[in-house]
């Protein structure tokens, strides 16, 4: 093998250049993003404003705005990229500069990125602004505000960079950046709804039309129709912005979006000290009351302010994962706010005095009221026209168990909040009886600002009567919402009994990879394709549907179990990943626009003209040699029909190696004890004159036309104290012993996370999977397993994991993670923590 140029390097030489070659690679990859941002900060600097934004009188200048171009500043859609609005606004242009400028430097070039930038920047300012000047001119309440104020927008020119980078991409990529860099501005536009934020929406216009200039006449114009998975996570998305927006709105200062008015509908916040004083002016039960929503917000309870918020974001991963709960859950709760909203514009229309509006104020807060409406029917109408994605259903008992949840914690929430208050009935101002509580229970479960909306609520000032005004509702919510998101992250498979003996039967006839062998052991759950010629292996971890190896089955039909696996996935909201697979699947999956990595190297030994001879056989000559002169045999059983005495020193061995390590053993695609009671799979022992088990290893078959037509090495244990060479022996003699048989290749199997060295530069997450390699190997020693197999001069084929949605990669390592260690205790973890620490 060949050694990393790291380790062959002269020791002192060059690490000082390698290091700052490192901190330096940022630049010579996007050396315009870095001189933009360094630009930007300076510029600040030097000019004073980079506490609170520039002075009135320096953005005066170089704002842009209605004001700025009727005063004749023709250079302020230009200068208004260099400067962000305060210490906010650097930070959040510098993160998007980095995340969208400098991929789309190393996509576009330095000039071309500039160009564009430059362009957008110019061309977005003067499309927003006149947005700006059309608004205020048709009457707009929003935009007229609007039309008197400038502002720097540096993110527009950013924006419009993106946009044009879309066309470069993916379909799927392509899709989800023209989401996110319209959903974002829009959602700031109607809840923030500053100058810039209109500019940006400016910037996303002109970057779109400037992508479809430069690419007009290629296929990136062309956009294939979203997936069944696809369109689902853009729904999801559609509705967690439509969730977010408020939060976004109550955190934000001078929010003047149209929505922005009523973002407490959906985000409560707390009275501030002018609403205060006007309820205490009122009178001394509205005063009580002001303070107690004052003291809800004063704890841990503030979070039920966000509780419609925090309820479609969990509809969102439902909706994500194609449920038709989630779907009508979701219709259900705007439908309910949808009917608050319209009760709320009859009644502050016909008592203003009520709600603190005076005449002026009660057109213009109805007029925000319906805007808002309608925003609410566009999701509704959204999910209507794609109730179609939405149709799979929870079993029974998921239902059940979630329904039994939610009335319990509901009953014993109502049951708390009324038995508890009666007794302490003196807490309450005036003193609460029963009507009075129950009257006020619904409110308990709304965000406070709804107090008093519908019912007469009782208004607490005793301590355990504020405790309970504060933290029934939300235990209430803290429980549904965490039983609403366990539901729908929890896997359901369905399996039929008989399918694992089909699997079987699919198997042994017609074959599979070399990996094939371990879709029998316990675990799997099985997909066939129409005819039943194919067939996937596969367990499913939260949203991931992780195969275990290829496709097997009839060799014409394996190639297109590929796509039609993964139409299973899309109907059931799984992502698949096909795992430990090789360049055929491989192949298949790039002709779906597909992304793969190695994730271990399979080491295959051709039996035909095996002989151990020559120098490069030597280690294994020595074994064979050693062995005979000790009186170690070779015996071949299966495990179920060994000798109890041998089974035992088998168990024995095993049971050391696991506490030499102090973790557990892995599964997966790694064999136990338990995957040697099998009669089909092979044991090989070295047993000494004394018959002592110095060592083990179980072949599994790899079926060919209905027979075996070579053997996978799976389970290999030694005994610490047995004679060296052990392993070579064992393995040397069932190559010999295959070979008379007449069976074509053994295959050593694959070293998870281990590979060769290869010429080209391995790829961001390839050099990942090797770091993650080279810290489990003082733990596992997949890599040292790999170099003892080259002793046998094997063949090596890569062998990958393929997966369709790179965004999905997290979840796909932790399904893989935990098929690995399914039982990896806390404290196995933290000892395995320390040992890759050290």
Request: glycine share 10%; with cysteine.
């Amino acid at each position: 093998m060949t050694a990393p140029a790291a380790a062959t390097a002269a020791p002192g030489a060059p690490r000082p250049r390698h290091a700052v070659g490192r901190v330096l690679a940022p630049v010579r990859r996007a050396p315009f993003t870095v001189a933009l941002i360094l630009v930007l900060w300076a510029v600040g600097a030097a000019t004073g404003s980079l506490a609170a934004g520039p002075a009135d009188a320096l953005l005066d200048r170089i704002g842009v705005g209605v004001p700025a171009l009727a005063d004749g500043h023709w250079w302020a859609p230009l200068s208004s990229l260099g400067w962000a609005p305060g210490p906010g606004g650097y930070l959040g242009t510098t993160l998007v500069v980095l995340l969208l400028l400098a991929p789309a430097e190393r996509r576009l070039g330095a000039a071309r990125t500039a160009a564009v930038l430059v362009t957008g920047q110019i061309l977005g300012t003067l499309l927003g602004t006149g947005l700006i000047a059309l608004g205020a001119a048709a009457g707009e309440t929003w935009l007229t505000e609007l039309s008197a104020f400038r502002a720097t927008a540096p993110g527009t020119g950013v924006l419009a960079v993106a946009a044009v980078l879309s066309f470069e991409l993916t379909a799927l990529w392509r899709r989800r950046l023209r989401l996110l860099i319209t959903a974002v501005p829009l959602v700031l536009v109607l809840y923030v709804g500053h100058v810039q934020q209109v500019l940006h929406i400016g910037g996303v216009a002109v970057g779109c039309a400037l992508g479809a200039v430069l690419h007009r006449g290629t296929r990136r114009l062309r956009t294939r129709a979203a997936s069944r998975a696809e369109g689902r996570v853009l729904v999801a998305l559609v509705v967690a912005a439509f969730a977010v927006g408020p939060a976004v709105a109550a955190f934000s200062r001078d929010a003047l979006g149209p929505f922005a008015l009523l973002s407490n509908l959906f985000f409560s916040s707390g009275p501030d000290q002018e609403l205060t004083a006007l309820y205490c002016a009122s009178s001394a039960q509205e005063c009580h009351l002001v303070h107690a929503i004052q003291h809800f917000y004063d704890s841990p309870a503030l979070l039920m302010g966000a509780m419609v918020s925090a309820l479609l974001l969990v509809l969102a991963e439902g909706l994500r994962r194609g449920l038709r709960l989630a779907r009508r859950t979701t219709v259900a709760v705007l439908a309910v706010w949808l009917a608050l909203m319209a009760f709320l514009a009859v009644d502050i229309s016909a008592r203003p005095d009520l709600y603190r509006v005076g005449p002026a104020g009660v057109t213009p807060t109805v007029q925000a009221l319906v805007e808002q409406m309608a925003l609410v029917v566009l999701v509704l109408l959204l999910l209507v026209v794609t109730r179609a994605l939405f149709a799979l259903r929870l079993p029974g008992a998921a239902v059940r168990r979630l329904t039994a949840t939610v009335l319990g914690t509901l009953l014993l929430a109502c049951a708390a909040y009324v038995g508890i208050g009666l007794a302490v009935r003196d807490e309450y101002e005036p003193r609460a009886g029963l009507p009075q509580l129950l009257a006020g229970l619904p409110s308990e479960f709304l965000p406070p600002d709804y107090d008093g909306l519908f019912w007469d609520t009782p208004v607490p000032v005793g301590g355990t009567a504020l405790a309970l005004y504060e933290y029934v509702g939300l235990c209430f919510w803290a429980v549904t919402l965490g039983a609403l998101f366990l539901t729908f992250r929890r896997p359901r498979v369905r399996q039929e009994d008989a399918a694992a003996h089909r699997a079987r039967e699919l198997l042994t006839t017609h074959g599979g990879a070399t990996l094939s062998y371990l879709t029998t052991w316990p675990g799997q759950h099985y997909w066939f394709d129409d005819a039943g010629r194919a067939a996937v292996a596969y367990r499913v971890h939260s949203t991931v549907a992780l195969t275990t190896g290829d496709p097997f089955g009839d060799p014409a039909a394996r190639g297109d179990a590929v796509a039609g696996f993964a139409r299973h996935c899309d109907a059931h909201g799984w992502t698949p990943a096909f795992y430990s697979v090789t360049g055929a699947t491989r192949a298949r999956a790039d002709a779906l626009g597909w992304k793969a990595v190695q994730v271990a190297e399979d080491t295959v030994v051709p039996l035909a003209r095996l002989a151990f001879t020559g120098k490069k056989w030597q280690d294994v000559r020595t074994a064979l040699n050693k062995a005979g002169k000790e009186g170690v045999t070779a015996e071949w059983y299966a495990f179920p029909e060994a000798p109890r005495a041998l089974r035992e020193q088998v168990r024995a061995l095993s049971r050391e190696w696991v506490a030499d390590k102090g973790l557990p053993e892995m599964g997966f695609t790694l064999g136990g004890l338990a995957e040697l009671d099998d009669p089909r799979v092979r044991c090989v022992l070295a047993v000494g004159p004394d018959r002592t088990v110095h060592g083990v290893t179980s072949w599994l078959p790899v079926y060919e036309n209905g027979a075996p037509a070579g053997w996978t090495l799976d389970f290999m244990r030694r005994r610490a104290d047995g004679f060296r060479g052990a392993m070579e022996f064992l393995i040397a003699s069932a190559a010999l012993g295959f070979q008379a048989e007449g069976a074509a290749f053994l295959s050593l199997s694959g070293a998870p996370l281990a590979r060769q060295d290869t010429a080209g530069p391995p790829l961001p997450l390839q050099r990942l999977l090797d770091s993650a390699g080279r810290a489990l190997e003082p733990v596992y020693g997949f890599r040292s397993l790999l170099h003892f197999k080259a002793k046998f001069q094997p063949e090596y084929h890569p062998l990958y994991l393929v997966y369709p949605d790179p965004a999905a990669l997290p979840s796909i390592t932790r399904a893989i993670g935990r098929a690995y260690l399914p039982r990896l205790s806390p404290a196995q973890g933290l000892r395995l923590a320390r040992r890759l620490s050290s």
